[in-house]
């Protein structure tokens, strides 16, 4: 074969390829142009000189390239190669043969077209941002460029290497002529490479096929050096480097000379070229049956998306600090979606991708959009209309979640925001494609892959994965949207492609079966509703009965504890009865109806109310004498029993209140003890801990005493005031201290000594209880001071286990805020006291929403139930994730 | 929602079966194809509830094993469910059946000539998976070559069990011995039900497993149809020693045995005969960690073992069941709901459920009788209330069952029924409560404690219409045939149990000569644990269709 010699990539007196060409248009070949390279003709260019300037743009013409199909790729590849004034006819050598010159003829034409390479004669023109492509073909600079970057000394190393001999004296340039005489000619460097150890030519194929170059910085230093040892010489890289075959290239990595590789590679450019465009196999296929297969996956990622919107809203999930969700939302979320994981998670990015689920950092949620409301209350078609032209237009990809990383994670389900700019042109080039297949045709993802890497190789590429990954995502996300189903586009879809989205809105409308609202009741206490259910009838049926099954059609199953859920919510029996036999196609069985009315009978027997402190009396007519009182009017008293009253007052105020109407009361503990009645002493709530003053923080504000070198009960004052001045400053003028400084316990706390206090401090109005870190950020924003919200994230993990009630709050704090896992034990909802290794999910005033590590399970657990609570040591905490 | 009478258009009717992703099937019965899909999917699907207008169906590995085993392949369930599912099934439940039907039969237990028993396996990684199973590597002897194991000819039925558990199913070539021939033929004048014959074929096309029939449907002719088919020596185990003289009365009165062939091994006689009927307690007594009844009874050459009630299988007999895999084995019951959870040791042991209908079925084809089923809630005295309320938890169910308040609504119930001339029972669970009521009714009562020449004696007179009212106590639950009992009356139960509400329904489910409707009625304190044990109790029938009608014991008096 005979040598090419290519040129570099870069000569000095370039033609400027595109003015020239784009002035001697005519009106077609502009045509031509503007419809091959859309971007030119959005916006529209006002004149030939502009169009001939966004035209000659390297990003125009990078766009360009990327829609090229892989033939013409590699014919402009070639001529990248050969770079700008080769001859035409060194082209179908370098594509090797199996390309014919017809065939290269016709690329050049196309390329030609769309003015990136021009014919002038026997010689291509090429443009600058072509000729200056990195790495074409997967190849490395010159030898030329490549020997230039090393010293007179390492090259003379090579010269030995090659067994070129030399005078001794030459000048560097000479030295590179008498190298690039061996590294130019093909067979030189394969009888080089004859002679190399096995592990040099196992690394030499592999470079030569491209990436070029190879790391090892500590073992190339070495590589040129007179001293290097027996061990260094041994490296393949060292001994492939010592002859020229890489060279060393921007210090750390070596470089195999294009010249060399193409040898390897036997002269021809690429292992293959194929000229003809790949058929898309396709099968028939029972279009009804796609189209079934379809409206019905359509209407589950539909209501999939309606149930995880229900559950964010109720339930906003935790983002992780790096951001996206975490494992165990996502299971939550799979569960609450009745989706498998995997499937939950592309729903999540669709329902994301389309507005209708964002991320809130201030409160690092997930929750629904505002705008998701007007979504819920449409139809299924305007609904799938939403998710599809979101999808169709996002320049994200969605199945990106729930894939692995390099280190083996899987990327985080809302993590991924980053923009590209191929996503969406991807999925019209695969619509466009399918769409072109008859009506009713299947073929799969693997056939769909190669005929677009074939079609746009560079455009399908670009992103996180390959190209056949990119169609298999394209593919799996029009099958979740009913777009495609069975292998083949489905009417809907179909209509998509081709007449737009309002035509396939109109489909789906017709094609979803209305929501029904009516569902089938039986006597042993289960419903049955086929098909989509009417969201408001299963909004109210969910609160009523438990799912038991799910999937075309739901079951749910009745229990008293299901019913009573209605009671709760308000609903009478009558009302409960009423929607049931609405919607009953055959009617309520007996079981059932009785059922609501024993429940309707015993619910609310026993009630439960909030007081704040309680008045009993020997007999009633006392009661009665007291609630007559003038003076007890303000303690606003309520009989609940002949012999007992309450208030919302504390026992502190009720008690001072009655003395003062002549009244003799006792102050009773819990046990119903007497309390000696000592003058009433008030006090911060009973949260204070160390976690407001992590060492080295700077004094709250100025003038106040430094709360590191102050005692507990100073500092105690100084928050409990900074607390007081925030309320007054609400406006709650007449409230003396109506902050209970980030109280840990309820108000409901009947312990004596608790009463006293809060009862003094809270008059009469129940205040909603602001947690310690909110607390704490309300204050640190009133002094402006940054180090408020940073100081909790740089806290130290403690060790101690924490007993005392405000300590226990102020620790579980710390680890929701921190992200710790805790060690805890508490006293059971049923005897006994149990221990579990939790994370914290939220905290407040008087119960904190644990996820217990070894089962799953949520729970709410009063502080007050807590004995003991501990954040776990990192090691321990490994074991968990 | 779609329903089978509403097709616009008029054109195909949507199918009746709905494919639920957890692999249920929810089947309308009104449909007008309900019953061909029935048919089409009883095969591999088991009845989980039939109440009035679906019915659920579950897709499970041992029913698709099981339909594997009689033939039905991937193919034919996938086009099944196609057939009849109004929405489109979806793909990866389909994948999934075919998956796990595909595990079944890599594994083949034949009978070699030259090594007995081996385990033959088409998929050699499916082997060398199972033989380092712990649970199986101990019943199977040596390698003979890459697919073959020879394995112990006693563990045989050990093994299938642990092979089913790892989820390679075997199947089992290894055939029955016959046993010693002892011709049987049924007498002349009987005839089979449909469903009987039925039953009778599928088990006789196995030679094991277990035939459902709701009690009153006749069970015992379908033992005697398969001992007839069998022709050989048979073992009868029985609950107890009233169901064994009954299953002596049916042999002799609807087969050619005569009584010189039958033997009874009981408590009271002690006689191995081609045909031996023995009880459940007598094969489980333990003498020095022995059974020496159950070793008597193994080492006979039976050529078919019939398991009366299997659901009260003992454990012991389990185990001699594992010990006789090659004898044919048939199992009948009317539930095979297991209060401890050992449905799984019967599928593997005595055979996979091989006949099943819902009872309602029988009953519209006129087998059963017809049954209302009341629960009468009684309110309780302010007194009985504070008694039940300070009673200790474990007591709180017999506190709140043998309530005085039921007496007056009982005796009510059992006027009205006297009145109406139906013979009536009264069923219980405390022998005092049971006493009291007695007493108050007037009538006599069989208890465990009854001898049982009394209780035959007492049976016989109910029978014959001299006796009308009959307090019993749980010892009535099983195999006591009280033909023309039309009312029965639950006072108190053995908790929660399901297949002990079904059992006492079965006893009034014998169809009555002139058609009348039985009627159950189940007396309830109201806001006690009785109530909540009643509802778990009704679950099971209530799933076979049973509705309970719910009425107020103030009502009822009124």
Redesign the interface.
Known sequence: MAPTAPRGPRRPGELNLVDSVIEGLDERGLATLLTTRPDLADPPPASRAELATRAASGASVKSCIERLDRYCLQVLTACAVLGDGASVDELPALLGAQASPADVDRAIGVLAERLVVRREGGTLRVHPVVASMPAPAGLGLPASDLLGELTVEDLKVVCGGLGSRLAGNERKASIIAVLLRVLTDPEMVRSVLAAAPESARILAGKLAGGPPTVYDSYGLSNAYSRYASARDLALPHVWLARRGLVVRHDWSGAMMPREVALALRGGQLFPSVVASRPALVTAPAEIDLVDSLATGKLLSTISGVERLIEHLGAHPAQLLKAGGLGVRELRKLAVAMDAPEHDATLLVELAAVAGLVVTDWESRTACPSTSCDDWLASDAATRWTRLVTSWLATQTFPSLAGTLDENGKPYPALSDWTAHHAPAAQRRLALDLLAKTEPGSTTGPGALARLLDWDAPMLLSHGPADSATHTAWIWREAEALGVLASGALSTAGRALATDGIGRAAEIVSSAAPAPSSSVVLQADLTAMAAGQLDSAVRRELELLADVESKGAATVYRFSETSLRRGFDAGKSADQILDFLTSHAAKGVPQALSYLVGDIARRFGRMRIGTAASYVRFEDPAMAAEVLRTKRSARLGLRQVAPTVLVSDSGPGIVLEALRAAGFHPAHEGRDGALLASEPARRRAGPTTSTRWDPPGRPPLHAGAPDPTTHGKASRDALVAGIARRLATEDGGADRSSPLPAASGSSRRTTNGNQLHLLGGAIDGELWPQPSPQVLLSMIADLLGDPAGHASADEQERPTAISRAPGEIAALLADAYENDWLVRLSYAGQRRGVREATCDVLDIDGATVQLLEMSEGDELEIELAAITWVRVLTEAEEEQWY | ???SNDSPGGGPLPGPL?????Q?L?LEVDHVAAEACRAAIAAFAELE?A????H?YRITPLGLWNARAAGIGAAQVTAALRQW????V??ALLVGIEEVIGRYGRLVLETDARHGLVLVASDRAVLEEVVRAKSVAPLLGPRIDADTVAVYRGERGRLKQALVVLGWPAEDRAGYVDGAAHPITLAGAVELRPYQRQAITAFAASGNGVVVLPCGAGKTLVGLGAMAQAGARTLILVTNTVAARQWRAELLARTSLTADELGEYSGETKHVRPVTIATYQIVTTRRGGLYPHLDVLSAEDWGLVVYDEVHLLPAPVFRMTADIQSRRRLGLTATLVREDGREGDVFSLIGPKRYDAPWRDIEAQGWIAPASCTEVRVTLTDEERMTYALAEPEERYRVGATARSKMAVVAALCRDALEAGEPTLVIGQYIDQLEDLARRLDAPVLTGKTPVRERQRLFAAFRSGELRLLVVSKVANFSVDLPEASVAIQVSGTFGSRQEEAQRLGRILRPKADGRQAQFFSVVAR?TNDQEFAQRRQ?FL??QG?????VDAETLLA
């Open positions: 929602m779609v329903l709905i494919v639920q992703s957890d249920t929810l509830r109440p009035e207008h679906v659920t599912s109004r929405y489109p979806p793909d806001d679950r209530a799933e049973y509705a309970y009608r719910i």
